[in-house]
């Protein structure tokens, strides 16, 4: 499988590169240096060249390879609609989907909402990301920027007497500009192992 993945993103970068936009660096956004452009992602430094995609200074999974060459392959001028925010379910096509979005997104963060409510500020520097503005709903709420014109808004509430403990993860309004559905949803994933990464 593995290989299968490292296949598709090494065919992401060949299509990339075989016609380079010439403002591509401008519409991630990032910084060119030759054929390679450099960003943050998932809160590492990034590095596209045309032979590889590096994250940070340790192996990662091929699907962020493929995560990453597809949003450069999508990579336009529009910027980031951050309000108002969308859930999973509301994007075209997503029903295939929403149940396993739940799941690897959302319910995964569930047994460590404490955690992240004490780490909160080190989730948000780490990733580009805020204190969610005061009304967006939770007990606590932040956002993050997994990729650069994606944002993801984690709305948290804490368990009491009456309910448990849930997290909902919102995505900024036109972020289906930036990535297929599919890739929304591993976004979203990705994120949320990022997060418990940092905490645990």
Do not use: W
């Not at 999508?74 to 309000?83: F, K, P, Q, R, S």
């Not at 804490?158 to 949803?185: K, M, R």
């Amino acid at each position: 499988m593995t290989d299968n993945y490292a296949k598709i993103f090494q065919n992401n970068l060949n299509k990339l590169y075989s016609n380079l936009p010439q403002d591509l660096a401008k519409n991630l956004p990032g910084d060119r240096d030759g054929n390679r452009f450099i960003f943050n992602a998932f809160g590492e430094k990034c590095i596209i060249d045309p032979e590889r995609i590096t994250l940070g200074n340790k192996k990662h999974s091929s699907v962020f390879g493929i995560l990453i060459s597809l949003y450069s392959l999508h990579a336009c001028t529009d910027i980031c609609v951050l309000e108002p925010f969308k859930a999973f379910k509301e994007f075209t096509d997503s029903m295939p989907y929403v149940g396993a979005f739940a799941t690897h997104t959302e319910n995964l963060l569930i047994p460590h909402v404490e955690n992240i409510k004490k780490k909160i500020k080190l989730i948000t520097e780490t990733m580009n990301g805020k204190i969610a503005p005061d009304g967006t709903g939770g007990d606590y709420s932040f956002i993050v920027y997994p990729l650069p014109k994606i944002a993801l808004c984690y709305i948290v509430y804490e368990a009491d007497d009456d309910f448990p403990a849930s997290v909902a993860c919102l995505y900024s309004n036109n972020a289906q500009q930036f990535l297929p559905i599919d890739g929304l949803a591993d976004v979203g994933e990705y994120c949320s192992k990022k997060i418990l990464e940092l905490i645990l």
